[in-house]
């Protein structure tokens, strides 16, 4: 589902959505906030990238970071989940991943991407896709993918 696609529906239903991000670095809110009347919906996010941010802002526990690091789908969901408490929004969305041209620290292959949705009093999720490209490629797939988990959630409802 594309943003505009998204945007009416949280629109219409008077819903919120904040951003937490490390490998897309801001990318998904500057997206989210490309749709006139943004700011009814999208209140903003944390770009995490790396210094402690995610614990220290998300509230994402050592013992997470220390045990399934950056790039799992246990850190796209604490991510995701610590974004919405922070700016309490009805719905938080994560990605992190690897942009490449290295593979980095995780060991898994540059374009691999979890994302993550937290749903205020609802059920957290997150999924893990491969975008294949170059390092901006990645990022905008990434970027897409994360909205389109939020859409097909709306979709469902």
Do not use: W
């Not at 943004?38 to 045990?67: C, H, M, R, W």
């Not at 790039?71 to 938080?92: C, K």
């Not at 898994?108 to 205020?120: D, E, M, Q, R, Y």
Request: some cysteine; charged content about 20%; hydrophobic content about 40%.
């Amino acid at each position: 589902m594309d943003v505009q696609k998204v945007a009416e529906i949280l629109l219409e239903r008077k819903e919120t959505v904040s951003v937490a991000e490390a490998c897309t670095c801001g990318l998904v809110g500057y997206i989210l906030g490309s749709v006139p009347g943004a700011s009814q919906f999208f209140p903003g996010g944390v770009i995490a990238y790396t210094g402690g941010l995610k614990q220290n802002i998300l509230g994402v526990s050592d013992e997470l970071y220390n045990t399934k690091g950056t790039v799992s789908s246990e850190m796209a969901i604490a991510m995701a989940r610590g974004v919405r408490e922070l700016t309490n929004t009805n719905y938080g969305i994560s990605t992190t991943g690897v942009t490449g041209p290295a593979a980095g620290r995780s060991g898994l292959p540059v374009g691999t991407f979890f994302l993550g949705l937290s749903i205020k009093d609802g059920q957290d999720i997150s999924a893990e896709i491969r975008v294949g490209g170059d390092r901006d490629e990645n990022k905008q797939g990434a970027a897409q993918a994360v909205i389109s988990l939020l859409g097909d959630h709306l979709d469902t409802l």
